[in-house]
Nanobody
Framework: VQLVESGGGLVQPGGSLKLSCEGS????????MRWYRQAPGKERELVAG????????NYANSVKGRFTISRDNAKNMLYLEMNSLKPEDTAVYYC?????????WGQGTQVTVSS
């Protein structure tokens, strides 16, 4: 089982990034997929989640209206489009796959928002 995130980097405040997460080794379409993040010295927090393509999505209050989660089950891909980025969005971003008692983490990708 693997979850591999990509797309992180350094961006100026107000800028945009799109993160990707590719899953392999499991039936991607059956799993609820989520994005989490962890800033230095802080606990890991849920950013966004969705179960089915086109289905209900949930977001942390801090990112509502700025971030969009999406998935493409045909490609085993999860995405997080991040707009109007703020310095407080700086963190390592992780994708997570959940199905019943099964849960997998990716290795994370660093997002730094700074001028």
């Amino acid at each position: 089982v693997q979850l591999v995130e990509s797309g992180g980097g350094l961006v100026q405040p107000g800028g945009s990034l799109k993160l990707s997460c590719e899953g392999s080794g499991f039936t991607f379409s059956r799993f609820e997929m989520r994005w989490y993040r962890q800033a230095p010295g802080k606990e890991r927090e849920l950013v966004a989640g969705m179960l089915l393509p086109g289905g209900r999505r949930n977001y942390a209050n801090s990112v509502k209206g700025r971030f969009t989660i999406s998935r493409d089950n045909a490609k085993n891909m999860l995405y997080l489009e991040m707009n109007s980025l703020k310095p407080e969005d700086t963190a390592v971003y992780y994708c997570r796959a959940i199905y019943g008692s099964l849960a997998y983490w990716g290795q994370g990708t660093q997002v730094t928002v700074s001028s």
